[in-house]
């Protein structure tokens, strides 16, 4: 947790100093002490995976506490290991941030002692349908991420689009000129007309403030709408893979694949908000902007599933805190 706090600090002074004016190009230090906190904020929150699993004898992922854990592993994970190919350290706040504060959830609210699990969940089933789970949330989660930037990228560019389809008109560049010649030149001599006409045709340009820098140092929204979609893509086929599995392990220990269990109903839900996104995603004509909402609500379903259907929802998936 120190870590990532260090990391959120550095990304936020690399952001700042982008927000003030300096160029993208630099050597951004701050941005680099950043990515090494994070590195090291991983490797520390893996040890503590293998060590909750060696206390507990079983794989560290049984309640809400370790899933936790394991979610946003895969989130950072996932942010370094496309560091690697791509620069997404404008990111690095966002992932810091929700690393932070989801594992200070976890041991603060969340944390059980490490200990056996309940019979039902003496299976090979764990070890595969809630690890492919705490996959499929990390990839949702900072794809949720992407799509914020994205939103607030394409947001100022349909802003700039806008007064850039505002041209001076040859009418107006006409009477303009008449008005100076006819004014301006006869008090200020030869010179004063070019620069008067200048100065009334040409559209005055906003100046710029600390957070449209900082939204300007963004990618474009379509690149990083691609990342998103590509990322839930993954991400679906990971929770398909997890409902399909779920219920497979249902039939086992309960006899049934499916009941309508809360966790089962939510788990269904996201998927089919999923669904729709990608079937969207490549038969509609929306704007991008509408597929990052979709992919946004989709989030929320899943901090919904783990955070309120566990605690405030009986069912047979209760009394794992799953």
């Known amino acids: 947790m120190a870590s990532y706090v260090v990391a959120m600090i550095a990304f936020a002074v690399d952001v700042s100093a982008l927000g003030i004016g300096a160029p993208r190009d630099r050597r951004r230090r701050a941005a680099g002490i950043g990515m090494a906190t994070m590195w090291l904020g991983a490797g520390l929150q893996l040890v503590a995976i293998v060590v909750r699993g060696l206390a507990a004898g079983r794989v560290p992922w049984a309640n809400m506490y370790e899933f936790t854990l394991m979610f946003t592993f ?27 504060l989801a594992l200070m959830l976890a041991v603060t609210v969340l944390y059980v002692e490490a200990d056996g699990v309940q019979p039902a969940l003496r299976s090979y089933w764990l070890v595969i349908h809630v690890s492919v789970a705490t996959l499929a949330t990390g ?106 599995a779920g219920a497979i392990w249902a039939e086992h220990a309960w006899g049934r694949p499916w009941g309508w269990d809360p966790k089962e109903t939510w788990t269904f839900v996201i998927w089919v908000i999923y669904a729709a996104y990608l079937h969207a995603r490549v038969t509609t004509g929306w704007a991008a902007e509408k597929f990052a909402y979709f992919a946004l609500v989709g989030f929320m379903a899943v901090l919904a599933n783990f955070y309120i259907v566990n605690i405030f929802f009986s069912g047979k998936h209760s009394y794992a805190g799953l």
């Open 139 to 244: 990839l949702s989660g900072l794809a949720a991420m992407i799509s914020v930037a994205q939103l607030v990228k394409a947001r100022t560019e349909r802003a700039g689009a806008r007064g850039g389809r505002a041209p001076v008109t040859a009418a107006a560049t006409s009477t303009a000129t008449a008005e100076v010649t006819s004014g301006a030149t006869a008090d200020l001599g030869p010179g004063a007309t070019a620069t008067a006409v200048a100065e009334t045709t040409t559209p005055k340009q906003p100046r710029a403030t600390f957070g449209s820098r900082i939204i300007e140092a963004l990618p474009p929204s379509a690149n990083m709408e691609r990342l998103a979609y590509r990322l839930n893509a993954v991400g679906f086929v990971a929770w398909t893979f997890t409902l399909v």
């Open 74 to 100: 895969f989130v950072v994970a996932i942010f370094l290991g496309l560091q690697t190919r791509r620069d997404v350290r404008y990111l690095g706040v966002g992932v810091s941030m929700l690393a932070f």
